[in-house]
């Protein structure tokens, strides 16, 4: 969260925080970490926080050396030393961390990856699973599977089959949002997300667009962890109920309103567009923290209304709503036009 | 006061910030900000505010192509364009801006200045006071004026007769903290302090140092403006009442504690050196922003304990104090020792 104190981010109705291990492992390590009291502690939130594996980074972040059965082992992003990482050390470093959930080590693989490819990642996504299961786990920490296959069903089907036999308390569908055409990802979201046990959480990683919250929750999806409303905030980019709106466009240097009228983050209370275009154009940090601030509200708005559709069984109108702001390929007509 | 909100800057005690009109004037113009209704609305700001003229970033940006007594004339840091800038300009710019202090134009020269640019300068300076005198300031701002004159204690003097003679509401010591010796800095300081009337505000423009504010406030000066908290801060920086810390320091890797024991500011209510230091190294914006925040109320608690000094009689107690953590040249020795 860039830039945003931990109680500017409470603010904005964030309750859990996604930190990633991996990062952490090389920086400051875990056990500067866990000797200030661990992680909630060290950055000062008391929210929750999930920590993801580092699995996703230490294959795109370009030092992979190999990927094997034992372990995967990499040159650090930081010093170029040669790194050798296991399920365990994995499970074991997030335990050490204290965060509220935990993720196994998984191989996520690009799009497109051949069925021989993606059968191996996900055997071996499915045995590291099994490693990471034998490590003791406190209670008030809960370790998630995470399910693999590329775009092959069959393979998705028989990663879930194996995750549910260890008996996780929640799943996450991995590897998607790695390139595939929108189409394929809807439709292997929804088969997977419908494969999953109704009784445990579902996460999709990486996770998106506010389309795909929306039809991500209608498949059944509860939980996302996504870049897009801090990076575009960064980017000078805000989104609102009426559409997305670029901050350092010209249009905006007399622009009294606020980002968005009726929105209760601290940015649209207190600042006008005006001034916020001024602070970009200015390069000053303020303009992107300010962004932040309201796009994160924005997406826990988002959220609340998917909640409430959900609840009183109008979610067709909430998917109407934002398909028309925010469109997007791959989903195909609504089930009901209206 | 770079990446922090309006809200964390009151939080740290601060009630005055300074704006720098040059800079407003071509960016974004004050006919955006006036339309916005004022720059206390535009930036969300609930104290005071003081606006520079800009007269040294003009001389000090290096765009300038003349100094005449009509104008000054210099090529904008943006776009090039050649800009014409009068003191009558300048104040109504700050009128414009809705400012509580407002600056008269002012020609500070460096040192060493020769006796005749000197004198120069000084007139200018004179000449241009006089004719922002004349320009209508509503009763609710109030036009300072400042004095020049260099190292040279007759042109000082000079300066403040004249000045004095317009009646202003405040004087402000400008020129000084530009390259001359500590011994002449402080000579110059507590002469020209000793000069101007008792029962208006004195200014002490772009200083300073913790012992600059001690001294200068035993010197009756009121008022300071510095880069200092809020630049060091961004260096990884930290001022704390038992000496400087250096929060890149490796010795700080494992550190539990806060920046400063006792300091009820945000971050050291929150946060430890570790994890400061932690943000540092991954150059992290917050680090810096959290720096600021303890910085800027350590200048607070400093001249809270000035002011208290100066009531209770024990000011030199104080000066020993600061003294003994921040040292300094050219104070020379205290008059009583302990």
Chains 1, 2 share one sequence.
Not at 71 to 79: E, K, M
């Amino acid at each position: 969260m860039k830039s945003l104190t931990p109680d500017q981010v409470w603010e904005t109705g964030a309750r859990i925080l996604l930190s990633n291990a991996y990062h952490l492992y090389l920086r400051p390590g875990p056990e500067v970490i866990e000797s200030l009291g661990g992680l909630h502690s060290f950055m000062g939130w008391q929210g929750a926080i999930l920590t993801d594996s580092g699995g996703f980074q230490i294959i795109s972040l370009g030092g992979l050396v190999a990927i094997e059965d034992e372990a995967v082992r990499f040159r650090s992003h930081i010093d170029g030393s040669l790194v050798t990482f296991t399920p365990e050390q994995s499970v074991k470093t997030q335990v050490a961390l204290g965060a509220d959930i935990i993720m196994c080590l998984d191989q996520p693989v690009q799009y497109p990856a051949g069925r021989e490819e993606a059968m191996d990642a996900a055997r071996r996504t499915v045995l590291w699973a099994k490693r990471s299961r034998e490590i003791a786990v406190p209670d008030h920490q809960a370790l998630f599977g995470i399910v693999q296959g590329s775009v092959y069903t069959d393979l998705r089907e028989w990663c879930v089959r194996e995750l549910c036999r260890l008996d996780f308390p929640g799943y996450a569908l991995g590897g998607l949002s790695v390139g595939e055409p929108a189409e394929e990802f809807c439709r292997v979201m929804r088969e997977t997300a419908a494969m999953l046990p109704e009784d445990r959480p579902r996460y999709l990683m990486g996770v998106g667009h506010p389309l795909d919250l929306v039809e991500g929750a209608a498949a059944g999806i509860d939980m996302f962890d996504c870049v897009l409303p801090t990076r575009n905030a960064r980017h000078g980019r805000a989104y609102t109920f009426t559409g997305p709106l670029n901050l350092k466009n010209a249009i905006h240097r007399h622009d009294p309103l606020p980002l968005e009228e009726g929105c209760p983050c601290y940015t649209c209370s207190k600042f006008s567009r005006s001034y916020i275009r001024h602070l970009l154009q200015e390069d000053e940090v303020l303009g992107s923290t300010l962004l932040t601030i309201h796009n994160l509200r924005f997406f826990f708005r988002l959220m609340e209304k998917i909640r409430s559709g959900i609840r009183s069984g109008r979610m067709e109108f909430v998917r109407e709503e934002i398909r028309r702001v925010y469109p997007r390929k791959g989903y195909g007509e609504t089930a009901s036009k209206h």
